[in-house]
């Protein structure tokens, strides 16, 4: 089950059913199926509280995963701020929709496994965000 829900910000549009389907199409490429994901978005500052609460960390940023996966089923909550994912759309030229999208399914590669705290796996999430967004 994929959920959708908001904490003081308006839900983005979406077409809900069509994101699942491309959610699950792109885990089963990992080998995942997919259990409960469950998508908060937020603002700015909803999203720094929860850098600092949970993770120690005083900055912004555009997605947050808690990973509750097992080996073969992608579990986990995941924070995204809607502000940050529009400004950033700005910065990098490109619709809202579309970095959206790119961040909806960051948050799904984090869950199986793939990381980017380091240049090269930097480089690897995003070949992989790539390969997902041509499957939509």
Not at 63 to 88: A, E, H
Not at 105 to 113: A, E, F, N
Request: with cysteine; net charge negative.
């Amino acid at each position: 089950m994929i959920t959708y829900t908001t904490d003081s910000i308006e839900m983005p549009a979406l077409d809900e059913r069509k994101v699942n389907r491309w959610i699950r199409a792109v885990a089963a490429d990992y080998g995942f199926a997919v259990g409960k994901i469950n998508y908060i978005f937020c603002s700015d500052e909803r999203e720094l509280a929860v850098n600092r609460e949970f993770l120690g960390h005083d900055y912004y940023t555009d997605v947050i995963t808690f990973d509750y996966s097992t080996p073969s089923t992608l579990n986990g909550d995941i924070f995204i701020s809607l502000d940050t994912v529009r400004s950033n759309a700005e910065m990098v030229g490109t619709s809202f929709e579309n970095e959206l999208l790119r961040i909806l399914i960051h948050g799904v590669l984090h869950l199986t496994g793939q990381g980017d705290k380091t240049p090269e796996t930097k480089i690897e999430m995003t070949a992989k965000e790539e390969k997902a967004l041509r499957k939509w």
